[in-house]
């Protein structure tokens, strides 16, 4: 069975801090997604990682893939509280053909001032 | 504008009653998927749909029905059946070549 863990699942920092955000699954998968969600509302795409070594880059944030081990991470660069939110991966069980993803279980960032 | 909608954004429901969640996309994607979120949890499936007339369920099935008629909606059906259905539901749709999700703004059900 497919699963998928994030750590830690409650982040607090000081503005201006840098962290790191893990996702580690358990099957082997090429595709891996980052999204976040603010209180109250839907989920919003950050990334797509499509392969082994993927980075990309989004203002503060910085997702990579590596697929032998994994792992992907969401770095995050000189916090800002606009960053507050949480922020799910998730990865695709497209290896199996059915599309579907497994979530996450999510990580609270709160960048306090 | 091309997107995911969802109504209603907030939905009351009596006990025993049936309710229906709409979800309308106009992207053109393939697949669309129901989701369940109970506060401060992550995301627990409940049906997807990877082509119009055919569905599976999910992890969390019992007590929701779906169907696909058209490519562009998939309503969800929150049974009398489902004993503990408020919740958050969001529905997404995606392509198949990168199977990138877009989510909808969600409907918040509540059973009184």
């Known amino acids: 069975e497919l699963k998928v863990e994030q750590n830690p699942l409650f982040l607090s920092m000081q503005e201006g801090k840098n962290y790191t955000i893990y996702c580690n699954y358990s099957t082997t998968s090429d595709r891996l997604y980052w999204y976040r969600q603010d209180p109250g509302k839907s989920l919003e795409s950050l990334f797509v990682l499509l392969s082994n070594g993927a980075v990309k880059q989004e203002g503060r944030l910085m997702a990579s893939l590596d697929t032998k081990a994994r792992l992907s991470t969401l770095h995050i660069t000189a916090a800002v509280h606009d960053l507050s939110a949480t922020y799910f991966c998730?990865?695709?069980?497209?290896?199996?053909?059915?599309?579907?993803?497994?979530f996450g279980t999510g990580t609270r960032l709160k960048v306090l001032a | 504008d091309g997107g995911i909608t969802q109504s209603p954004k907030y939905l009351f429901r009596k006990e025993g009653q049936n309710v229906t969640l709409s979800c309308e996309q106009n992207?053109?994607?393939?697949?669309m998927y129901w989701y369940r979120q109970d506060p401060g949890q992550g995301l627990r499936l409940i049906y997807y749909?990877?082509?119009?007339?055919?569905?599976q369920k999910g992890d969390i099935a019992e007590g929701y029905s779906v169907s696909r008629e058209k490519k562009e909606s998939f309503p969800l059906t929150v049974t009398s059946a489902q004993k503990n259905p408020t919740a958050f539901y969001l529905c997404?749709?995606?392509?198949?070549?990168?199977?990138?999700?877009?989510f909808g703004p969600g409907t918040r059900l509540t059973v009184l």
């Open positions: 998730a990865v695709d069980g497209g290896a199996s053909g059915t599309y579907k993803y497994i």
């Open positions: 997404a749709s995606s392509t198949r070549m990168y199977n990138e999700q877009f």
């Open positions: 749909s990877q082509i119009v007339n055919d569905f």
């Open positions: 992207l053109n994607h393939d697949a």
